[in-house]
């Protein structure tokens, strides 16, 4: 069974930075598509970027130049560092993983708060 825990959320001011990290267990880790997902209150669950398991990213267009993934296999762990963080950015983020987009493996996610 895999488990994925996110942990780094928190609150922050505009123009800020926080990063985001998901440790996973179980499962073939290093074979997994990763995935940061973040959903706002009354809006849908959007994917914020993913890496597969060469390290190719793909991000969305809102986050673009101000978001990086990363990923480190030896340590079952996926990273989302946030710079430029905008009041847009506030939500809960959740971490995915699995074989396609979306991944079936969800962590509990974490809340992303930037207000001044």
């Not at 996926?78 to 969800?106: F, I």
Request: charged share 15%; proline share 3%.
């Amino acid at each position: 069974q895999v488990q994925l825990v996110e942990s780094g959320g928190g609150s922050v001011q505009p123009g800020g930075s926080l990063r985001l990290s998901c440790a996973a267990s179980g499962g073939i880790f290093s074979f997994y598509l990763l995935g940061w997902y973040r959903q706002a209150p009354g809006k849908q669950r959007e994917l914020v970027a993913d890496i597969t398991s060469f390290g190719l990213t793909n991000y969305a267009d809102s986050v673009k130049g101000r978001f990086a993934i990363s990923r480190d296999n030896g340590k079952n762990t996926v990273y989302l560092q946030m710079n430029s963080l905008k009041l847009e950015d506030t939500a809960v983020y959740y971490c995915n993983a699995g074989a396609r987009r979306p991944g079936v493996h969800w962590g509990q996610g974490t809340q992303v708060t930037v207000s001044s």
